[in-house]
């Protein structure tokens, strides 16, 4: 038994601390199979959790990070053999079991998937959780039966990690891509990603009426809230949103008019609990129709000991597009 790196969240009277120290191995929680850490990234998740501006931690001491990719040295799991590459997300790791932001990690062996082939440990985590989200998103958007042949798509958030990704996997999937952004500044990297408008978040931040001129088919929503409502008010016929996120905020304050009036359908992402078999696909989708020179574009590149600083950054809006965390 040794120690590890790992950025350790304690509970204290005050609130919580974050510090990056040795972690025993001994301290590891259950799981079958043990992990070499290569790769983890920074969500929005993350930032709560670093931060505690929301109560995502339900586990002290807790090691934050929600995803990793890496290597398997041991196992009790059949489907895993040591050297085998692996990929993780979801599960409660870094809220309720010990997380990505460690040189090691233990979690059940059903709780991973391979390493997708087609993607490299490092790219896995440059798509993390917010791309997996994104192709969640697409897919259920999908299942609903709503095509570019129905009118433009909208992505809300757009700049973010999971807001990135949909804008290039809804382009390259032929949508009339509207990327809504705070930070005009950001137009050319999102015109860059497959964006073919961009919108000013103010447009869609403020209460608005019920239903509004019909604009997009389709929508993947990462900011939840005022901006959620006006979405689904100025979605047209029988379109969809897929809602994945709560940046703006947790409520949603609307109306049933878009779902009586138009057939409007909210369909609801959540990324933690996917079954296996979905969870399969949308990496395998992710591997065959994500543009790698676009997750490239978007991806920047961290040390592990450098990533404490991100927590309050993200949850400001200030990261753009994805960022790797670099383990080993
Ligand atoms: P990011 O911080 O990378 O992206 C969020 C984006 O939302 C920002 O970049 C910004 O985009 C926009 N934004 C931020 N604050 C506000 C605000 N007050 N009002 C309106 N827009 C705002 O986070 P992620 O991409 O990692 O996650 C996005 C959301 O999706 C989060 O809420 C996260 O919790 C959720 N999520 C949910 C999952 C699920 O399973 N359902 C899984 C993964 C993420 P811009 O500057 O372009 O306007």
Redesign the pocket.
């Known amino acids: 038994m040794g120690t590890f790196k790992a950025w350790v969240v304690e509970k204290t009277e005050g609130g919580q601390t974050l510090a990056f120290r040795d972690f025993d191995d001994a301290d590891l929680m259950d799981g079958d199979v043990t992990v070499r850490v290569t790769h983890s990234t920074v ?3 993350d930032g709560l959790a670093m931060t505690g501006r929301s109560p995502v931690v339900r586990r002290f001491p807790m090691i934050p990070g929600i995803d990793f990719s890496g290597v398997v040295e041991t196992s009790d799991h059949p489907d895993y053999r040591p050297g085998d590459a692996v990929v993780h997300t979801g599960w409660g790791v870094g809220e309720t079991h010990l997380g990505a932001y460690a040189e090691r990690a233990r979690v059940k062996g059903d709780w991973l998937v391979p390493l997708p082939a087609g993607l490299s440990p490092e790219q896995a985590m440059a798509v993390g ?2 791309g997996y ?1 994104a192709m969640l998103s697409l897919m259920a958007l999908d299942a609903h039966g709503v095509t570019p042949a129905h009118g433009p798509a909208l992505v ?8 990135s990704v949909a804008v290039a996997l809804l382009a390259r999937a032929g949508w009339h891509v509207i990327a ?4 005009a500044g ?1 137009a050319d990297y999102l015109k860059g990603l497959g964006a073919a408008e961009i919108l000013d ?1 103010a447009e869609l ?1 403020k209460p608005g009426r019920p239903l509004g001129k019909e604009r997009w088919a389709a929508a993947v929503d ?2 939840g809230s005022v ?1 959620l409502a006006n979405v689904l008010a100025m979605t047209k016929a029988d379109g969809a949103v897929a809602a ?5 905020g947790m409520d949603l304050p609307t109306s049933v008019a878009p779902f009586i009036l138009r057939g409007v359908s909210l369909l609801g ?4 609990t996917t079954p296996q078999s979905k969870r399969r696909e949308a990496w395998a989708r992710l591997a065959r129709e994500l543009d790698l020179e676009k997750l490239a574009a978007m991806t920047s590149r961290i040390r592990l000991e450098e990533v404490g600083r991100l927590g309050e950054a ?1 949850l400001d ?1 200030k ?1 753009r597009g994805r960022t790797v965390v670099e383990v080993a």
């Open positions: 969500n929005y998740k959780t917010a989200t809300t958030g757009a700049s973010g990690g999971v807001g809504s952004t705070g930070r950001e978040r931040a990462a900011v901006t994945c996120g709560l940046a703006q992402i959540n990324s933690v993200i809006g990261v």
